[in-house]
């Protein structure tokens, strides 16, 4: 399991967020933890599902603390997770990555779902697929229930238009978009965009 302890260098920090299930599909986890062993001596990356809405926030506000840039990346409620959790930091500048994201039922009625101040720079992977699996018919009912798309990610700053499933979270990180700018290659720069957006 990716540990979600902060260690004290100045390192990125990348913070994944699973969607509903993840802990058995391992989706996100998988990924989260490939990337980690990849990228250990460049980057701090981490992994929580998306009930752990302030160990999430916990852990962005510690390591922002220390010095570190950050990039929250959520998939489907994983991705509203990340949303409710950037809200709380006290000021930090995040990147932001939904991949496929689906609001979670009481954001919208409490219209939690618009830009937080702390998300500095936003990316929407919009997955809708030429032919649907039961991913697509899942993340269809979190959909009815929940209202749809994260009003964040509908104005986001840059969004990766994709054919793959909802369950294809590895595939959205590398689909790329119009510019041919995938979602890896804005986190493999994200620290840069960071300091450029905050200055």
């Known amino acids: 399991m990716v540990s979600a ?4 260098n100045r390192h990125p ?8 299930g993840d802990e058995h599909s391992r989706l996100v986890l998988s990924f989260a933890e490939a990337r980690r062993a990849r990228l250990r001596a460049e ?20 390591l922002a603390r220390d010095g570190h840039e950050v990039a929250v990346i959520g998939h489907s409620w994983g991705a509203d997770t990340a949303v409710q959790a950037v809200r709380r930091l006290a000021g930090a500048g995040v ?5 496929d994201p689906v609001a979670k039922p009481l954001t919208r009625i409490t219209a939690g779902d618009a830009r937080p101040r702390a998300a500095q720079f936003v990316v929407h992977i919009d997955a809708a697929p030429s032919a649907y699996d ?66």
């Open 5 to 8: 302890i902060a260690t004290r």
């Open 13 to 20: 920090a990348e913070i994944f967020i699973g969607g509903a």
């Open 43 to 62: 980057r701090q990356v981490h992994y929580l599902p998306h009930w752990k809405l302030m160990a999430v926030a916990r852990l962005a506000e510690d």
């Open 95 to 99: 990147f932001l990555i939904g991949a």
């Open 134 to 199: 039961r991913s697509d018919i899942v993340k269809a009912a979190g959909f009815l229930t929940g209202g749809g798309v994260p009003r964040i990610f509908s104005a986001a700053d840059t969004r990766i238009a994709t054919r793959l499933n909802h369950w294809n979270f590895s595939g959205m990180m590398k689909a790329p978009g119009e510019d041919g700018r995938t979602a890896e290659d804005w986190l493999q720069d994200f620290p840069a965009l960071i300091r450029q957006t905050a200055g």
